[in-house]
């Protein structure tokens, strides 16, 4: 196989010169708005998704990064789409102005959750920077955490990517790797590759503010596609290998929850171990302090942090007493 090509970026102005303008909306986003900002780079502008309602009340809340922004005296655009030729055409048009006014070398990219057309990703002097959460090609798209953890990757990471017009298939910058442990869910891994994506974006600026950052082309082998995650995967289907069933636990921590019905309740699973055990899929084992054991399609799992409806997530011990669960009933789940 023929080694991947490589080409350096455009030189930019000196180290912490460069004005980097910014894209994203979560959390993950948040934090590394967070390290530009610290690092001493001039952030001319901040594009964020329009505010969500959210919470018990539905009232409309600003995103984690508009939060940050703001509070950092940052100026916010919140287009509804940035396509010229869209249902909203008004709204990128100003996104535009705002854009090219300021002016900035670089646009970074992070959980934005809008798709750059071809005049977003053309008008930085330097092109747009996307920090991507897997180890590109594997896991293009929008939900690469959960898909890792899902498909019991030994490893990810994050993959600093010059962006193109396709989708997750730009040209690698830098690329850090982490590994995926047992006790990893999506919560967890989220946050350690917050926090790498955060000190991987300012390692990049200062090697393009020096003209050093080398770009090289994704192999063409080993794409897959991290598809959004739906809540209808959550429910725990019995038939399934119990070392499937407890990556998907992990996998779906925190949202949407993997869950199993028993009686008229929807009951979420946060933690589980696989364990020895044979019977129906979906039949109770063992019931006791240290969990709930299940049958599954291939071993057991030993359920061991649950979540009634209206509750709180607890240990199993805390519900048994008020919550006995008999040996032999079978809990629901999408194969029952």
Known sequence: MSRPTTHPIATGAP????????AGTPEFARVALDAIHAA?????????????????GMKLQPSPVKQFALAQGMPVAQPTSLRLDGKYPAEAAAARE??????????????????????VLELPRLGCLNIHASLL???????????????????TGITL????????????????????????????????????????????????AAGTLQATRQPAEGVTYAHKIEKAEAAVDWT??????????RAFDPFPGANFVRGSETVKVWQAAVTEGRGAPGEVLAAGPEGLT?????????????????????????????WPVPVGERLGGNAL
């Open 98 to 119: 705002a854009l090219q006014a300021a002016a900035p070398d670089l646009l970074v990219v992070a959980a934005y959750g809008l798709i750059l057309p071809k005049w």
């Open 294 to 322: 299940v049958a599954c399609g291939e071993g057991a799992l030993r359920l061991t942090q649950l979540q009634r409806p209206g509750g709180k997530r607890v240990a199993v011990r805390e519900l048994i007493a008020a």
């Open 137 to 155: 090609p594997r896991w293009r798209g929008a939900a690469p955490i959960h898909r890792a953890i899902e498909a019991g990757d030994p490893e």
């Open 161 to 208: 990517m010059q962006m193109d017009e396709g989708l997750d298939t730009g040209d690698m910058l830098l690329v850090e790797r982490t590994p995926i442990t047992g006790a990893d869910s999506t919560a967890v891994l989220h946050d350690r590759l917050a926090a790498l994506g955060g000190r991987l974006i300012v390692e990049a600026l200062d090697q393009a």
């Open 40 to 56: 001493g780079f001039t952030v001319p502008l901040v594009l964020t998704q329009p505010d969500r309602p959210a919470g018990r």
């Open 240 to 249: 399934l290998p119990a070392a499937t069933i407890e990556r998907r636990v």
């Open 15 to 22: 180290a912490r010169s460069l004005r980097v303008a910014f």
